[in-house]
C-alpha cells in the first residue's frame, strides 16, 4: 500500500506513515486546540483512500465532518453557521473557505486524483445510539456466544473467563449496578459460560429466568443462597427486566446492532468510514456502556477474521481519557488492551488520543508504536508523556514551543523522532455537527440495503445505458446542442397485490348468489393512479426476494387502503354523474320539444352516461368484475406490496426534458413516461431516488 501523507517535516520533506506499521498502535496527545484531531483525521482520510475501512469513535461530534467534502471544497451549507459567527456572507465566506482549501492542497502537490479518492471512493456513515438522528446503531439483545467459545475456553482460559466477565459487566451496568456488582457479576457470568459453551444463544428475557432459578446450586465455592441471596437474585431479575419494559433502556435497541462484517465491507466500490457519534447517550456512564459494547463486538468479530501483517482496518477513538485510566481497571481499559493486544495479528490499526496524558494508562502510552505530541500546557501533562515515552529531558522546552499542528514524534520501530506540521485535511474541519445537519448527510449518504420482494429486470442495466445514449440527440451536422443523460437508473416501483370478494349471481333462472374471489394489483402510491392490472398477478411466480439499494426504492402503501379510498372515489363519481344525469332529464322533460337547449341537454344526458359505464369499466376490467355489482358488497382481502423495476432515463436539452422508462422486460413504456411528464408529484417523487 502507498504510505500515507500526514505532514511535513521541519525541513520541509513529506511526512509519510507506513500503513502496516499503524498496526502497533498510536497516540496523540496535545492541548485542547493543538490540532490532535486533525491529525488523526488526516490518517484516516488517507487510508480510506487507499482502501481501509474505518471506525472512529467520536464522543464530540467533530469527526463527523470527514463527511463534509467536495471536490471543488465547496462546503455549502455546512459553512453557513461559521460564516454568520464571523458575521460574513455565507457566499463569500464559502469562498474563501474553498480558496483555503485549494491552497492548501495544492501545497501537498498531489494529483488530483487523491482528493478524487477520498471524495468519491469513501463513504461516511454517522452512527447514533439510542437515536435516529444518524443510522441508529443498538446494542444487541441477543447474547450471542462468541465463535468457538467451549474451544477457546480450553486454549486460552483466562480470555474466555475475561470475556465473560467483559459481557456480564456490560450488562450489568446497563441494568444499573456500579463496577463493585461482584456477586452479581459472578452469577451472570457463570449462566453465560454454561449457555455459551453448549453453544446456546441467550437473550435478556430467557437471562432473567435463570437469575431466579440458576440451573446449578454452588456459585464458585459457595452454596447459591450464601453466595447470592435470593432476594438479590429477584433484585437482579427485576433490574435486567428493566431492560425490556421500560421504554428510556429500550432506547438501547433501537436499531441494528454493529455488524461488522457490513460495516467494514466495500459497499458500491465506497471504503466505509464509520463514525460512532457518543453524544446521543446521555450519560457519562452510558457512553461508557456502549463503548465497551462495542469494542468487544469488535474483538469477538476480529478474532473470527484470519491473520494478516498489513493494515486491514483502523479505529479511531477520540478523546480517550477516562476509558484506559492508570489505576482502575474499568472493563473498557480491559477490552482496549485486549484490542491492542490482537491488533497485530488481525492488521487493526488503533489510533488514540487525548488531551488529558496524566488520565491514561502507562502500558497504552509506552507501547505505541507512532506517538505525536502536541503543543502541551501543564509541567504535569509533559512529565507524564515524557516518563511515558523515557524523552529526554529537554524535552520540555520542545514540546512547550509546538504550535497548533506541530507534533514531536516518535516512530518507535524506526527509532525516529523529530518535529511534524500535520498537513490541511481534505474535509472541512469545524465544529460539533448540529443534530439537523447529521440528518442530512444521512440522506445524502450511500444507501442502505433493503430486501424485498421484487421481479427482476431481465435485460442487463448496460444494455439501457447503451440504448439511452443511443437515442440521446447528438449535435447533427448543423451543429446545435446536445441531449444531456440527466440520469439513467433501475428504479423500482410499488405494486399491491390484493385479493378480494363479492356476491355474484349465478344461474340463468335461480339468480342464486355465491360468493366469487378475485385478485388483482395495483401501484401502490397515491401519486399516481394508472388503475388496476390484474395481469402482474401472473408475474407472481417470478418474484424473489432481493437485497436493493433503498435509494432504488420507491416505498408503497402496504395495505389494502388505498384500494379502499380508490373504491370509495369511484362510488362518490357514480353518485355524481347519476345525480347530474337525473338533474338533466327533469330539465329535459319540462323543455318544449322545439327548445334548441333540449339537443344540447341530449348530448349532455348521453355524454354522462357514456362515461360513467367507461369508469365503471374500467374499473370493472381491472377488478374482472361482471358488469352489475353492488360496490357496497365489495369486501376487500389482504394485500401485499412487491416492486417492479423500471429503466428511467431522463435526458435534457436547453430546459426540455422527456424520459424514456423501460419495463422489467426491457420494453418501452410510455404509459409510466408520460405520466412522469404530465404529473409533477409522481415526478418529483421518482426523481428525488434517482437524482441523488
Ligand atoms: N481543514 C483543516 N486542516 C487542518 N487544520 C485545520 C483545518 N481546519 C482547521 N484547522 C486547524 O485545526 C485546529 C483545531 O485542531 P483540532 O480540532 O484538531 O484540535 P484538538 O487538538 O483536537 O482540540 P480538542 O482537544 O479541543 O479536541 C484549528 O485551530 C485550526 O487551526
Ligand atoms: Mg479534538
Given at each position: ?24 498502535h498510536?497516540v496523540?496527545f496535545?492541548a485542547?486546540?493543538?490540532g ?10 488517507e ?15 467533530d469527526?463527523g ?6 471536490e471543488n ?5 455546512f459553512s453557513?453557521?461559521e ?21 492548501s492542497?495544492?501545497?501537498?502537490a ?6 478524487n479518492r477520498?471524495?468519491e ?5 454517522i452512527?447514533t445510539?439510542?437515536?435516529n ?10 447474547l ?10 480450553g ?15 456490560n ?15 459472578s452469577?451472570?457470568s ?6 455459551w459453551?453448549?453453544g ?17 446450586e454452588?456459585?464458585?465455592?459457595l ?13 437482579l431479575?427485576?433490574?435486567?427486566n ?6 428510556a ?8 446492532p ?16 464509520n ?5 446521543t ?9 456502549f ?5 468487544q463486538?469488535?474483538f ?13 482496518y483502523?479505529?479511531?477513538?477520540d478523546e ?13 481499559k ?7 493486544h490482537?491488533s ?13 496524558p496524566?488520565?491514561v494508562d502507562?502500558?497504552?502510552?509506552s ?5 505525536f ?27 512547550s514551543?509546538?504550535?497548533?499542528r ?8 524506526q527509532a ?10 481534505i474535509?472541512y474541519?469545524?465544529g460539533?455537527?448540529e ?14 440495503k ?10 442487463p ?15 447533427g ?14 428504479i ?10 363479492f ?13 366469487s374471489?378475485?385478485?388483482s ?6 401519486e ?5 392490472d ?10 424473489a ?11 408503497g402503501?402496504?395495505s389494502t ?13 357514480l ?40 369508469r ?16 357496497d358488497?365489495?369486501?376487500l382481502?389482504?394485500g401485499?406490496l412487491f416492486?417492479?423495476?423500471?429503466f428511467?432515463?431522463?435526458?435534457s ?7 424514456i ?15 412522469m ?16
Amino acid at each position: 500500500m502507498v504510505k500515507l501523507l500526514i505532514g511535513q517535516t521541519g525541513d520541509g520533506k513529506p511526512f509519510t506513515v507506513d500503513p502496516s506499521s499503524l498496526t502497533k498502535h498510536t497516540v496523540v496527545f496535545g492541548a485542547t486546540g493543538s490540532g490532535k484531531t486533525v491529525l488523526c483525521k488526516s490518517i484516516m482520510e488517507e487510508a480510506s483512500s487507499q482502501g481501509t475501512p474505518v471506525l472512529a469513535i467520536d464522543p464530540k461530534g467533530d469527526i463527523g465532518c470527514l463527511a463534509i467534502r467536495s471536490e471543488n471544497f465547496s462546503f455549502r451549507p455546512f459553512s453557513d453557521n461559521e460564516a454568520k459567527l464571523l458575521g460574513k456572507n455565507p457566499e463569500d465566506y464559502a469562498k474563501e473557505l474553498a480558496g483555503q482549501y485549494h491552497d492548501s492542497y495544492n501545497a501537498l502537490a498531489r494529483d488530483d486524483d487523491e482528493l478524487n479518492r477520498f471524495v468519491e471512493k469513501t463513504d461516511v456513515r454517522i452512527f447514533t445510539p439510542r437515536s435516529n438522528t444518524g443510522l441508529p446503531v443498538s446494542m444487541s439483545p441477543r447474547l450471542t456466544p462468541p465463535k468457538d467459545f467451549a474451544k477457546k475456553m480450553g486454549e486460552d482460559p483466562s480470555l474466555a473467563l475475561d470475556m465473560l466477565e467483559l459481557k456480564a459487566s456490560n450488562l450489568l451496568r446497563l441494568a444499573g449496578y456500579s463496577e463493585d456488582g461482584k456477586v452479581q457479576r459472578s452469577l451472570i457470568s457463570t449462566i453465560l459460560e454454561d449457555e455459551w459453551k453448549s453453544g446456546h444463544e441467550l437473550t435478556i428475557e430467557k437471562l432473567i429466568e435463570l437469575v431466579s432459578n440458576p440451573p446449578f446450586e454452588k456459585l464458585g465455592m459457595l452454596h447459591l443462597d450464601d453466595a447470592i441471596s435470593k432476594r438479590e437474585r429477584n433484585e437482579l431479575s427485576r433490574r435486567l427486566n428493566v431492560l425490556v419494559t421500560d421504554a428510556a433502556a429500550r432506547a438501547w435497541f433501537l436499531g441494528e446492532p454493529p455488524d461488522f462484517d457490513r460495516w467494514f465491507h466495500k459497499s458500491q466500490g465506497r471504503i466505509p468510514i464509520n463514525i460512532v457519534d457518543l453524544r446521543t447517550i446521555p450519560s457519562e456512564e452510558g457512553k461508557q456502556v456502549f463503548v465497551e459494547y462495542l469494542l468487544q463486538e469488535l474483538f469477538y468479530w476480529i478474532n473470527r477474521q484470519e491473520g494478516t501483517q498489513t493494515l486491514q482496518y483502523l479505529l479511531y477513538f477520540d478523546e480517550i481519557h477516562g476509558y484506559c485510566p492508570p489505576i482502575r481497571e474499568p472493563p473498557s481499559k480491559k477490552i482496549l488492551m485486549h484490542l491492542i493486544h490482537v491488533s497485530r495479528a488481525f492488521g487493526l490499526g488503533i489510533v488514540m488520543a487525548t488531551q488529558n496524558p496524566v488520565d491514561v494508562d502507562y502500558k497504552i502510552i509506552s507501547n505505541a508504536n507512532f506517538r505525536f505530541i502536541g503543543n502541551l500546557s501543564t509541567r504535569q501533562d509533559i512529565e507524564r508523556v515524557r516518563t511515558g515515552l523515557s524523552l529526554r529531558a529537554d524535552a520540555f522546552q520542545v514540546i512547550s514551543g509546538l504550535k497548533t499542528r506541530q507534533f514531536y514524534y516518535q516512530i518507535f520501530d524506526q527509532a525516529e523522532s523529530g518535529i511534524l506540521s500535520s498537513r490541511w485535511l481534505i474535509s472541512y474541519h469545524r465544529g460539533p455537527l448540529e443534530p439537523l445537519e447529521i440528518k442530512r448527510l444521512k440522506e445524502g449518504a450511500a444507501p442502505e440495503k433493503m430486501t424485498v420482494r421484487a421481479v427482476p429486470l431481465s435485460v442487463p442495466e448496460e444494455v439501457f445505458l447503451r440504448d439511452t445514449d443511443r437515442k440521446r440527440a447528438k449535435k447533427g451536422i448543423l451543429g446545435g446542442t446536445e441531449e444531456r443523460i440527466v440520469f439513467a437508473k433501475k428504479i423500482f416501483l410499488p405494486y399491491l397485490d390484493f385479493t378480494y370478494r363479492f356476491p355474484a349471481e349465478r344461474g340463468l333462472l335461480s339468480k342464486q348468489m355465491v360468493m366469487s374471489e378475485g385478485r388483482s394489483t395495483v401501484l401502490a402510491l397515491r401519486e399516481a393512479n394508472f388503475g388496476f392490472d390484474p395481469r402482474l398477478v401472473e408475474l407472481a411466480s417470478m418474484l424473489a426476494d432481493m437485497e436493493l439499494d433503498s435509494a432504488s426504492i420507491i416505498n408503497g402503501v402496504d395495505s389494502t387502503v388505498l384500494v379502499s379510498e380508490r373504491l370509495a372515489e369511484l362510488k362518490n363519481l357514480l353518485r355524481d354523474y347519476e345525480a347530474q344525469s337525473e338533474e338533466r332529464s327533469k330539465q329535459y322533460e319540462v323543455l318544449p320539444k322545439e327548445s334548441p337547449t333540449r339537443e344540447n341537454l341530449k348530448e349532455n344526458i348521453e355524454f354522462l352516461r357514456k362515461t360513467k359505464l367507461l369508469r365503471w369499466k374500467m374499473f370493472a376490467d381491472g377488478l374482472q368484475l361482471p358488469t352489475k355489482l353492488d360496490l357496497d358488497k365489495l369486501e376487500l382481502l389482504e394485500g401485499t406490496l412487491f416492486y417492479m423495476p423500471y429503466f428511467i432515463a431522463k435526458l435534457s436539452r436547453g430546459g426540455e426534458s422527456r424520459y424514456i422508462v423501460w419495463n422489467h422486460e426491457g420494453r418501452e413504456d410510455d404509459t409510466i413516461a408520460d405520466e412522469m411528464t404530465k404529473n409533477k408529484k409522481f415526478r418529483t417523487l421518482i426523481e428525488t431516488r434517482a437524482i441523488p
